[in-house]
């Protein structure tokens, strides 16, 4: 998905254009979904690509919603020297914006990786919301 800036500066709020297209961090336990304990699906906010199952959501006291898996496909990483460290960013796949960055410090969790996700570059669609979308998709058929 390619846009310009001004129309992703039309698109996205300014505090979503700040961290999906200028890579910035949301202030740690601000964002809207961090204790979100719903079953459902994490998209990214600049696109709509499904990117996180909420099975894969753990509480880790970051400040920010905390996964330890992707969607197959839907993210892809990249080294990130910035700020005088070394880390491993987190792009969407579909749209290249920035999601957050993940570590390999989560040894109690399934795959032992914290994907660290800013909850301005995310959007979340309930189960239930799910499931209505699929059976309409069906009807239609």
């Known amino acids: 998905m390619q ?8 698109k996205l709020t300014p505090e979503q254009y700040h961290v999906l297209r200028e890579k ?3 202030h740690p336990g601000t964002g809207a979904l961090l204790h979100n304990a719903a079953a459902g699906t ?3 906010a600049a696109c709509g690509a499904e990117l996180f199952d909420s099975a894969t959501k753990y509480e880790d006291n970051s400040g920010w919603p905390s996964f330890y ?3 197959p496909g839907a993210v892809t990483f990249s080294r990130d020297t ?5 880390r491993t960013e987190v792009t969407c796949s579909n749209c290249g914006s920035h999601l957050g960055h993940i570590f390999d410090d989560a040894p109690d969790q399934p795959t032992g990786q914290h994907y660290c996700i800013n909850s301005a570059a995310l ?3 309930p189960q239930n919301e799910q499931k209505t979308e699929a059976d309409r998709a069906k009807h239609k058929a």
């Open 123 to 125: 959007t979340f669609a």
């Open 24 to 26: 910035g961090t949301e």
């Open 69 to 71: 898996d992707a969607k």
């Open 3 to 10: 846009l310009s800036d001004e129309e992703w500066r039309q």
């Open 82 to 86: 910035s700020h005088g460290m070394v």
């Open 42 to 44: 994490y998209a990214c």
